[in-house]
């Protein structure tokens, strides 16, 4: 299961839940606090947590690109893959976007690897603890 933490994203795909980013440690003690990059999977049938593994292998080729690590993001599910965008990273507030795929392949070649978005046109600045919502093919930011 994931460590406890605040202020991360979850979203719901197919049977599971999936849980990224937010941060862990003592809201009394903010020199603890650490912000997370991490993905866990909660499957519901089977109520089990499975992490997904997204660091470098040397059976792959390509090295892993990770976003940064954060809390207060916004997150959503569009065409079978997890949306995060902006958040706050521990020092400062992002306006990045990435996602990844939710669907796994059997082998190591074809485990979801994260891609940061190539964002165009106008869109909204560094923000957090905002929701998100998806219509047709676009992507709603709220607030911020």
Partial sequence: ???PRYHHSAVVYGDSMFVFGGYTGDLNSPANLRNLNDLFEFRF?????????TSNS?????PRVLPP???AHGAAVYDDQMWIF????????LND????PLQRGDS?????RWQQVDQS???PPTCCNFPVAVARDSMFVFSG
């Fill in 1 to 3: 299961a994931p460590a």
């Fill in 45 to 53: 049938q089977s109520c089990q947590w499975i992490e997904w593994t």
């Fill in 97 to 100: 976007m990435w996602r990844v």
């Fill in 58 to 62: 040397q059976l792959s080729r390509r």
């Fill in 69 to 71: 690590g954060r809390s």
């Fill in 86 to 93: 902006a958040g706050y990273d521990g020092n400062k507030r």
């Fill in 121 to 123: 046109g106008e869109h």
């Fill in 108 to 112: 190591e070649e074809a485990c979801p």
